[in-house]
């Protein structure tokens, strides 16, 4: 409904409707859809004007209009506005006079109905959004409490006979409860006598936290090491492989005031894997036995690549690997290294033949440097 700001009284008023053109004929040459009077209603307002009695002109159209738009839309009071006006016509204290403003009339009605036009759709769609932004506030707040009732379903706790303990996602398989999705493995501290060094193949750790699947470290993860040493990379099948961020004792100001250390979900993301801190090295792991150090690939050092390895299934590699066609044993020397794609420049053997291959997916061992012969003749 349109109440009429100009009019005092407020008597003019109309209803509309905001998505469709509600004026009675297609044939009207006014530009204003939804004004309330029919246009063979202001034709006749017109014919019965006549002309103005000062200059001859006729009514135009948009002076009838306003006519009947004081008059409410009643035509007898809308033909007495109009003898009104041209015998007013010599008036000096108004910008317009005359018919004239009765054309002003019903431009300045027709600037208010859109102006109003504007903040009634704005006011529609704010409660629109307003009900729109409910219904998906509902419909966020049910899928967190069936996402939360699905993760306590899937929570297990689980001991072993060795006194470790793991708490995180599992599935039931036989009644048996086994870890698999996301959880942290706790082993006692007292299992441990050795520390962690360049040389020593650790198998177990104090802490594991990561991914899992079917009872086995797979995917994403940390060891952690009752020394307070850590690997961050890839595990398959319980096993560290490839290449991972080792972190020393010594840790990080940084990470010790963001209160969250390496226990959660985030630890493994929170960063960008490819910035060093102070006390972190690139480690290479093959099925938990260390493999080297990431600043010992350093250009000439020569490398022998082993063909894949299938975890479990022979038939079905766990892992995606790109360098399927390596030979059993290929020893190779390194050229160069791209950090953008993290890929080593390897030459085979004494031959010129170069590829790019990454190495945190190759199964590779580092060899003792060969001495070279014709220099020491």
């Not at 509902?138 to 009732?149: K, N």
């Not at 006979?161 to 048996?176: A, C």
């Not at 409860?177 to 520390?195: C, D, F």
Request: aromatic residues 10%; contains cysteine; negative net charge.
């Amino acid at each position: 409904m349109y109440r009429s700001p100009l009019d005092p009284s407020g008597a003019l008023e109309f209803a509309f409707d905001p998505l469709r053109a509600l004026h009675a004929h297609e044939d009207s040459r006014l530009q204003w859809p939804e004004y309330p009077y029919k246009q063979v209603t202001i034709d006749r307002v017109r014919a019965k004007a006549g002309r103005a009695s000062i200059d001859g002109k006729e009514l135009s159209e948009e002076g009838a209009a306003g006519a009947l738009l004081i008059a409410y839309g009643e035509e007898i009071q809308a033909l007495f506005q109009i003898g009104q006006y041209d015998r007013e016509n010599n008036a000096k204290d108004t910008v317009e006079t005359g018919w004239k403003a009765l054309e002003r009339q019903f431009f300045d009605e027709r600037a208010a109905f859109r102006q109003a036009k504007r903040d009634f759709i704005r006011g529609e769609k704010a409660k629109v959004e307003a009900i729109l932004d409910a219904q998906a506030a509902r419909a966020r707040q049910e899928q967190e409490r069936e996402e939360l009732s699905a993760w306590r379903a899937r929570q297990i706790v689980k001991r072993y006979e060795d006194g470790s303990k793991y708490d995180g996602d599992g599935v039931t398989e036989n009644g048996v409860s086994i870890p698999h999705g996301y959880g942290t493995l706790w082993v006692p501290e007292e299992k441990y006598a050795n520390t962690v060094g360049r040389s020593t193949d650790i198998r177990r750790v104090a802490r594991y936290v990561g991914e899992w699947k079917n009872g086995f470290m797979h995917g994403n993860g940390t060891f952690h090491w009752a020394s307070g040493e850590s690997w961050r990379g890839n595990f398959i099948r319980g096993e560290m492989q490839g290449k991972g961020i080792y972190t020393s004792s010594e840790r990080d100001l940084d990470e010790l005031n963001s209160g969250r250390g390496d226990t959660g979900r985030d630890a493994n993301s929170a960063k960008d894997p490819q910035i060093l801190r102070p006390n972190q090295r690139i480690r290479y792991f093959d099925a938990s036995q260390h493999v080297c150090w990431g600043d010992e690939l350093t250009l000439g050092c020569r490398v022998r690549l082993f063909d894949n390895r299938h975890f479990g299934d022979p038939l079905v590699s766990v892992v995606k690997r790109y360098n399927v066609d390596l030979e059993e044993e290929t020893d190779a020397v390194v050229v160069s290294y791209d950090p953008k794609t993290d890929r080593h420049l390897l030459r085979k053997g004494e031959t010129e033949e170069t590829r790019w291959m990454s190495l945190s997916n190759t199964n590779f061992r580092v060899l003792a440097p060969r001495p070279v012969a014709r220099l020491l003749e």
